[in-house]
């Protein structure tokens, strides 16, 4: 089983400012990597797969680099609706599916 | 659009039943392959089962096997999960998520189920 480990596990930052989160992943997981955002009370949403490619109408703000095993989502310029928990996930050796722990986004 | 709507939770025994159902709208159901995914409160996400479109593949996490079973019936736009001998460790919210192009691309709400006593 391959395991996700996300890094940091809070983020503290302010609006307008520029976050960026780590996805490891314990073998090579190629590009076969996505990213989700959930907040309270609600459904993970798909914001990045292949790595780097934006789900559709996710803003041009979230990014997505990295292959192998080393991954990071950037938000470029946080907006209030940014403040979530965010999840990477891998799909390239499975089953199982299996999810980082996941990151909080939260306001500094 | 996409919808998925899961259905059935509840509070259930340790050692009970349950079963969950998931209506999918918004799409040709028969042609894709679905999920379920669960989150134990205040934790992460837990993938538990796939499912291919024709029901010819079925996968099941480690921690579900021989207890679990995933379903679907394309001809009612439905998916299901029987879930038997439950467990305390079994609480959590269930989300079914549609497998599109090999992500887990749409999901619904959830449906919470609490094993307890």
């Known amino acids: 089983e391959i395991v996700m480990t996300q890094s940091p596990a809070t983020l503290s930052v302010s609006p307008g400012e520029r976050a960026t989160l780590s996805c490891r992943a314990s073998?090579?997981?190629?590009?076969?990597l996505a990213w989700y955002q959930q907040k309270p009370g609600q459904a993970p949403r798909l914001l990045i797969y292949?790595?780097?490619t934006r789900a559709t109408g996710i803003p041009a703000r979230f990014s997505g680099s990295g292959s192998g095993t080393e991954f990071t989502l950037t938000i470029s310029s946080l907006q209030s609706e940014d403040f979530a928990v965010y999840y990477c996930?891998?799909?390239?050796?499975?089953?199982?599916?299996?999810f980082g722990q996941g990151t909080k986004v939260e306001i500094k | 659009e996409v919808q998925l709507v899961e259905s059935g939770g509840g509070l259930v025994q340790p050692g009970g039943s349950l079963r969950l159902s998931c209506a999918a709208s918004g799409f040709t159901f028969s042609s894709y392959s679905m999920n379920w995914v669960r989150q134990a409160p205040g934790k992460g996400l837990e993938w538990v089962s796939y499912?291919?479109?024709?029901?010819?593949?079925?996968y099941y996490a480690d921690s579900v096997k021989g207890r679990f079973t995933i379903s679907r019936d394309n001809a009612k736009n439905s998916l299901y999960l029987q879930m038997n001998s439950l467990r305390a460790e079994d609480t959590a919210v269930y989300y079914c998520?549609?497998?599109?192009?090999?992500?887990?691309?749409?999901w619904g709400q959830g449906t919470l189920v609490t094993v307890s006593s």
């Open positions: 998520a549609r497998w599109g192009g090999g992500i887990t691309d749409y």
């Open positions: 292949g790595a780097s």
């Open positions: 499912i291919s479109s024709s029901s010819s593949t079925i």
């Open positions: 073998q090579s997981v190629s590009s076969n």
């Open positions: 996930q891998q799909y390239n050796n499975w089953p199982p599916l299996t």
